[in-house]
């Protein structure tokens, strides 16, 4: 038995990288896959169908069962028909993963909207279409696993504001899943992983990544029965790394009666402080690499 035996799970961005080898996963773990790929470049340019029915062909070649769905994640006919040609070739939608987007860097001073759009659409919207498509169903049938992809981009980038915006986006949206869809018995989880693909190709400093197919498993088995209980969690995965991130809590506070002043504020702000940013130190580690000439590490 497999651990994915009689599931239907849709992937989107399914053609290359990480999307590609979640769907070998599922299919090697006995799920029926619908492979979805718009096709497109690391830009979100120039579609082709192509890369979706070559990895249906490579599962079906292995003995799984895939179909292709070349349509696009931005629109809500896309996600519609996604999830709607996994009902009608196998007869339910068990599971969505959204692993599809785009890149378009640029620093903030500079980011044009065009810039900013399809970026925002790929990933946040595109995560959403699916979402929405999936849920009436999942909730009818009480099951059903959401997976959206972060990445640690969503603590904050210097010139991917639009990647950031987006992948902090898809961690609330898929919270929201997690807390909208808990009593019909539906999970909602975000994977961000560090692994080698297109659009880490452009990482500007020297973090470990693992491949690909190190993502895979995580996402597989939070697909399968013996997650039903985990819901709105944010999991890394690395190489041989998990890990799972802190839900967002008040630290610290500071109170009065009635409303402050700005002077009251100035005077005991340090009572309330303020939490370093990581991507700071980040930075000035950076920095410190280049002026030595070392890379920092991880």
């Known amino acids: 038995m497999g651990y994915l035996d009689g599931k239907t799970i849709a992937v989107t961005g399914a053609g290359r990288g990480i999307g590609r080898a979640v769907a070998l996963a599922c299919a090697a773990s006995g799920a029926n896959v619908v492979v979805n790929d718009f096709g497109v470049s690391i830009d979100g340019n120039d579609p082709s169908s192509e890369i979706a029915n070559e990895v249906v062909a490579e599962i079906r070649s292995a003995g799984g069962k895939a179909v292709a769905v070349a349509d696009s994640v931005t629109t809500m006919e896309g996600g519609e028909r996604i999830v709607q040609t996994a009902i009608d070739t196998y007869g339910s939608i068990d599971g969505v993963v959204c692993v599809a987007g785009i ?142 991130w802190n839900q967002p809590v008040e630290v610290r506070e500071i109170i009065k009666d009635g409303r402050w002043t700005p002077e009251e504020i100035a005077e005991r702000f340090d009572e309330l402080g303020q939490e370093r940013m990581g991507m700071l130190d980040r930075l000035e580690a950076m920095a410190q690499a280049a002026a030595s000439g070392d890379k920092p590490n991880e």
Do not use: C
């Open 103 to 244: 890149l378009r860097e640029r620093m903030l001073f500079n980011m044009s909207e065009a810039e900013w759009d399809p970026v925002i659409e790929t990933h946040l919207k595109g995560t959403f279409t699916v979402f929405r498509a999936a849920a009436p169903h999942m909730r009818a049938q009480k099951s059903g696993t959401m997976i959206g992809f972060t990445s640690g981009a969503f603590a904050g980038s210097v010139a991917q504001a639009n990647y950031s915006a987006a992948k902090g986006g898809i961690v609330s949206l898929t919270r929201s899943a997690a807390v909208g869809m808990h009593k019909y018995g539906v999970t909602a989880n975000v994977i961000a992983p560090v692994a080698k693909s297109r659009m880490s190709g452009n990482v500007p400093f020297g973090i470990e990544m693992g491949e690909p197919e190190d993502v895979a498993p995580m996402v597989v088995f939070l697909l399968g029965d013996a997650a039903r209980s985990v819901t709105g969690q944010v999991f890394t995965a690395n190489g041989g790394k998990l890990a799972v």
